[in-house]
């Protein structure tokens, strides 16, 4: 695989499960960090507040 490419990743809602949008990410940061302690909140239109997401690694043909 070659250095420097990042993976496609869903966001879903922790609580509904609604799939809120889309995020890229190097699965491992330059500090050895894993895109498993990327935390992010956002607006979920299903619970009308921000929610913590819940990350999905999405498969994109290329
Ligand atoms: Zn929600």
Redesign the pocket.
Known sequence: MPRGKRTVFGMF?T??G?RVGTVRLHKQNSKGVGWKEFKVEKF?P??RKR?PMKLKEERHSS
Do not use: F, K, L, P
Request: glycine share 0%.
């Open positions: 809602c609580d509904s609604n979920c299903v619970c929610m």
